[in-house]
């Protein structure tokens, strides 16, 4: 189980921090993701980390701003979110993610199933 908390009404160039709570031998066994949704979009995967938390990947529309982590001991993973912008509004789920290995290192990719997603929080930023 996933449950995500920290979202809330911010105002343009504000910060928040998401903090996202698994239960189980989920968290530990994999990778997570930072994801988010907006009506009628895709959802976009934003930050991803490794198991161990030693690397971590982001959407050229976050790099800079957002920085993701994770307590294993506490079985949570946190998403740090700086000088948000209008375009940050959306509803953040996190997740796992796949994982992917090339010469340019790891990078994580989206998980397109449909188990363990929760209920997301919502981060809404206004001027």
């Known amino acids: 189980q996933l449950v995500e908390s920290g979202g809330g009404l911010v105002q343009i160039g504000g910060s928040l921090r998401l903090s996202c709570a698994a239960s189980?031998?989920?968290?530990?066994?994999?990778?997570m993701g930072w994801y988010r949704q907006v009506p009628e979009k895709q959802r976009e995967l934003v930050a991803a980390?490794?198991?161990?938390?030693?690397?971590?990947t982001y959407a050229d529309s976050v790099r800079g701003r957002f920085t993701i982590s994770r307590d294993n001991d506490e079985k949570t993973v946190f998403l740090e979110m700086n000088n948000l912008k209008p375009e940050d509004t959306a509803v953040y789920y996190c997740?796992?993610?796949?994982?992917?290995?090339?010469?340019?290192?790891?990078?994580?990719?989206?998980?397109?199933?449909?188990?363990?997603w929760g209920k997301g929080t919502r981060v809404t930023v206004s001027s």
């Open positions: 189980g031998s989920l968290f530990k066994l994999n990778a």
């Open positions: 980390i490794t198991r161990s938390g030693h690397e971590a």
């Open positions: 997740n796992v993610i796949r994982e992917e290995y090339s010469e340019s290192g790891w990078r994580g990719l989206p998980y397109n199933g449909e188990n363990y």
